[in-house]
């Protein structure tokens, strides 16, 4: 399983940025999928999960509220859309699937990982 991980860039602190992970098989429309990062100096830490049929969500504190995770399993993507954007969450961000139908918040539990898109977020 490839996933190749797009979206990020450069924006203004209260803007808003959607990352796509998009999967090379359709097998991953089965199983859980989750988002990453990891800022600059820091070790990566979860973001969000979603179930393989999208019917369970699960967040880091820091970006509920403003961060929702999605998938569309016909395109074999996972989706972030992140609002209200602030510099604390510039960070590379990594999507990552699970050979589970669910998995959380430990990034043991998930088995392939693509290769990161960096997001900047100015103050």
């Known amino acids: 399983v490839q996933l190749q991980a797009s979206g990020g860039g450069l924006v203004q602190a209260g803007g808003s940025l959607r990352l796509s992970c998009a999967a090379s098989?359709?097998?991953?429309?089965?199983?859980?999928m989750g988002w990453f990062r990891q800022a600059p100096g820091k070790e990566r830490e979860f973001v969000a999960a979603?179930?393989?049929?999208?019917?369970?969500?699960t967040y880091a504190d820091s970006v509920k509220g403003r961060f929702t995770i999605s998938r569309d399993n016909a395109k074999n993507t996972v989706y972030l859309q992140m609002n209200s954007l602030t510099p604390g969450d510039t960070a590379v961000y990594y999507c990552?699937?699970?050979?589970?139908?669910?998995?959380?918040?430990?990034?043991?539990?998930?088995?392939?990982w693509g290769q990161g898109t960096l997001v900047t977020v100015s103050s």
């Open positions: 990552a699937a699970s050979r589970r139908s669910y998995s959380g918040s430990y990034q043991i539990d998930y088995n392939y």
């Open positions: 098989t359709r097998a991953v429309s089965n199983n859980a």
């Open positions: 979603i179930s393989w049929n999208g019917g369970t969500t």
